[in-house]
C-alpha cells in the first residue's frame, strides 16, 4: 500500500539489522486516516472469501481489526488474550506464543463463545516477523472447528520466516508493506 | 447513547453486586456498529473543544479511541502502554494506575514524543468504575502540559466513585451509559 509505504520510508527507523521502530504511526502513537486506509486495503484483499469475524491480539493488533472489520460491513472483533500464565478452566481455546522482541513466553487465549464453530475468521495483525502471533491466531481457529479465510499484516518483516512459516501451513498471507532489510539505519520498503 | 444501554441490557451480566460483564461486545468480542456509533457519539460531545489527540491505554480502551479519532476527523490516537515495572529512562511520561479488577498496581507510560506540550487531548476510555486509569491518562497529559479537553467513558458503573473523583479535579466527563447497580445478577443500567 503506496500510503503506508511512504509513511514507513518518512518515518520508520531502522536500528541495527532487525529492528524496526513504526511506533510512531503504527503501534504506539496511531495514524488514523492511515489505519483506515489499511482498514479498505484487507477488505478489498479478503471480501471475496466472506469473513464473518476479525481476530487479532491484544494491544496494537486492536486498531487494525477495527479499522477492517468497519470496512467489511462491520462485521464483529475478537480480540486474544495475553497472559504469561497458562489458564486452567476449560472455557478458553489457548496458544503458546513465543515473544522474540520481549524474549518471553505468552499464553494467548479466546473465550470460547466468541469463536464460534465454522465460522470464516480474517486474522489482521500489525506485525509479522517471526510469525508466532498469528501463527497463534490460526491455531485458536482451528481448535474452534472455525476456517482461517486469510492472514492480514500490516507491515511484514520479509527478511524473517514469518510468511514462509504460514504459508507452509496452507494459510492465504496479505502484508500491505515489506520490509526487506536495514542498510545503516534506513528501512528497505517495497510493497 | 441508547444502542448501548440496549446492549448492556440484552447482553451483559452482573455478577454479585460489582462484577459487570460486557466482554461479548465491549472488551473481548467487539460490536463494531456499535463502537463506530460510539466514536460518533464522543465526537458529538466533544469536537467543539477541538481534540486534537485522543489518548487511551491498551489493550480494550483502542477500539473506542480509534473510532472517536475517526469521527473527529481523523486525528491522530495514542495509546499509553501498561507495564508492572518502573521505567527508568526518561524519554516517557509515566503514572501509576492500580487495578481493583486485579488487584495489582501498573505504571502506564507514553513516549514524550508522542503527547506534545501544548496539545488538546481527548482522553477515551471503555470502562469508568474507580477512575484510576482516567485519572492516570490525565496525570500523563498535565506532565507533557497538554490540556485535557474532556474525558469519553464508554460505560460508566456509577456506583462506583470514578466519575466524583475526575470532577473534583475538575475534568468534564461524559459516559454513554451508567450503570447504576446489580439486582439479582441484572444490571441496572440508564443513558
Keep these: 500500500m ?6 514507513i ?3 520508520g527507523v531502522g536500528v541495527g539489522t ?3 521502530k513504526v511506533d510512531m504511526f503504527l503501534n504506539h502513537r496511531l495514524d488514523t486516516a492511515l489505519y483506515v486506509k489499511m482498514g ?3 477488505a478489498d484483499a479478503f471480501l ?3 469473513p464473518e469475524i476479525v481476530l487479532t491480539v491484544e494491544a496494537s493488533g486492536i486498531a487494525a481489526a477495527i479499522t477492517t472489520a468497519m470496512a467489511c460491513g462491520n462485521i464483529p472483533v475478537v480480540f486474544a488474550k495475553k497472559s ?3 489458564n486452567v478452566t476449560g472455557d478458553v481455546y489457548e496458544s503458546r506464543v513465543y515473544s522474540f522482541t520481549h524474549g518471553v513466553e505468552n499464553h494467548i487465549r479466546v473465550d470460547k463463545e466468541y469463536l464460534p464453530k465454522g465460522a470464516k475468521v480474517l486474522v489482521v495483525d500489525d506485525f509479522l516477523a517471526n510469525g508466532e502471533a ?3 491466531l490460526c491455531d485458536l481457529v482451528n481448535q474452534s472447528g472455525g476456517e482461517v479465510i486469510g492472514v492480514g499484516i500490516c507491515v511484514e518483516k520479509s527478511f524473517q520466516p514469518g510468511r514462509q512459516k504460514l ?6 498471507v496479505i502484508s500491505l508493506a515489506k520490509i526487506t532489510g536495514i542498510v545503516d539505519g534506513k528501512l528497505q520498503v517495497k510493497e
Tied chains: 1, 2.
Excluded at 503506496?2 to 509513511?7: D, N, P, S
Design 2 to 7: 503506496k500510503e503506508l509505504v511512504e509513511a
Design 9 to 11: 520510508c518518512k518515518q
Design 18 to 20: 532487525d529492528v524496526v
Design 40 to 42: 479498505q486495503a484487507f
Design 48 to 50: 471475496e472469501y466472506q
Design 84 to 86: 504469561p500464565t497458562r
Design 134 to 136: 498469528a501463527e497463534g
Design 167 to 172: 504459508q507452509d501451513l496452507g494459510y492465504r
